[in-house]
Nanobody, 124 residues
Framework: QVQLVESGGGLVQAGGSLRLSCATSGLAFSSYTMGWFRQAPGKEREVVAAVSWDTANPYYADSVKGRFTISRDNAKNTVYLQMNSLKPEDTAVYYC?????????????????WGQGTQVTVSS
């Protein structure tokens, strides 16, 4: 059974940092492209970042470029999202996602596995 378990969310002031982690089990992690999506209240779900197995050329949404960094540890079957210079508009539930492919895509429909989500709240 595949499981994706996020952790690291919380409440932080604007300008602060958080590091999200997503521990996975039940999948051949190195064969999966991993990503993070987010959804704020009243807004559509959007991709934040994604990384293929070799971590080359990760994808970032324009809104987080230069502030967020996605990384993965294939030995630990874990993907991370380091979030710096957080803004109130980053407030959302963040979801870890996985798809069995080496290709990065940005549509949520392409990702078969989703975590339960972790809340990130940035106060102004």
């Amino acid at each position: 059974q595949v499981q994706l378990v996020e952790s690291g969310g919380g409440l932080v002031q604007a300008g602060g940092s958080l590091r999200l982690s997503c521990a996975t089990s039940g999948l051949a992690f190195s064969s999966y492209t991993m990503g993070w999506f987010r959804q704020a209240p009243g807004k559509e779900r959007e991709v934040v970042a994604a990384v293929s197995w070799d971590t080359a050329n990760p994808y970032y949404a324009d809104s987080v470029k230069g502030r967020f960094t996605i990384s993965r540890d294939n030995a630990k079957n874990t993907v991370y999202l380091q979030m710096n210079s957080l803004k109130p508009e980053d407030t959302a539930v963040y979801y870890c996602v996985a798809k069995r492919s080496y290709e990065i895509t940005t549509s949520g429909a392409d990702y078969r596995y989703w975590g339960q989500g972790t809340q990130v709240t940035v106060s102004s």
